[in-house]
């Protein structure tokens, strides 16, 4: 049962290069959540989707992008990496809105950018 | 602004005794809290939620304590047991949106033998 996976586990950057973080969930689930952490800052929104075709921004989107062809996949792309973006990101999904929904998270990227 | 706040980054309990951990939120349009917890080098995993027509949920040795009126809400470990160590988040989210979860910034509990 792999839920969410996350892929690379660890990435170091320079400052201006570009990379995807992947995350696939085999969960068949409509929700996709992309969240960093930082230190002392818990876990912050970046972007969301809702489903195939339909992502939104959420609270710190600026300096990423994403798409959702699939139901299984949402990657998040970085298109200019800066030292600002050295975090912890995780990806999450869920079956459905509504009370009683869970998010299921993943083990999470660890990404440095020099 | 901070919309879901956790005042305490960190908190010592001898194992076996009650771990209180607390969180306060600002948004009257939460409607639905939940409490992940993790550990180091994993993605946080769920643990408890309760919904703003409850007062109380309880799930074998946790408990969420929901105050409305104070925009408050608690989680009760008995008794603490070191394998409880780990961070705590609060989390909150309004209209069924669960995708889109405010989190506050964590409670490091330690559970000491």
């Known amino acids: 049962n792999a839920g969410v996976t996350q892929t690379p586990k660890f990435q170091v950057l320079k400052t201006g290069q570009s990379m995807t973080l992947q995350c696939a969930q085999d969960m068949n689930h409509e929700y996709m959540s992309w969240y960093r952490q930082d230190p002392g800052m818990g876990l912050r929104l970046i972007h969301y989707?809702?489903?195939?075709?339909?992502?939104d921004q959420g609270e710190v989107p600026n300096g990423y992008n994403v798409s959702r062809s699939t139901t299984e996949d949402f990657p998040l792309r970085l298109l200019s990496a800066a030292p600002s973006q050295t975090s912890v990101y995780f990806c999450?999904?869920?079956?459905?809105?509504?009370?009683?929904?869970?998010?299921?998270f993943g083990s999470g990227t660890q990404l440095s950018v020099l | 602004d901070q919309q879901v706040k956790q005042n305490s980054p960190s908190l010592s309990v001898q194992e076996g005794r009650i771990s209180i951990l607390n969180c306060d939120y600002t948004?009257?349009?939460?409607?639905?809290f939940l409490w992940y917890k993790k550990y180091p080098a994993e993605g946080p995993t769920f643990l408890i939620s309760?919904?703003?027509?409850?007062d109380k949920n309880e799930d074998g040795r946790f408990t969420v304590f929901l105050n409305k009126s104070a925009k408050h809400l608690s989680l009760h470990i008995v008794p603490s047991q070191p394998g409880d160590s780990a961070v705590y988040f609060c989390?909150?989210?309004?209209?069924?949106?669960?995708?889109?979860?405010?989190f506050g910034k964590g409670t490091l509990l330690t559970v000491n033998p």
């Open positions: 999450a999904s869920t079956p459905d809105q509504g009370l009683g929904e869970k998010l299921f």
């Open positions: 309760i919904s703003s027509i409850k």
């Open positions: 989707s809702v489903g195939a075709g339909i992502t």
């Open positions: 989390a909150a989210s309004s209209g069924g949106s669960n995708y889109k979860l405010t």
């Open positions: 948004n009257s349009m939460f409607d639905y």
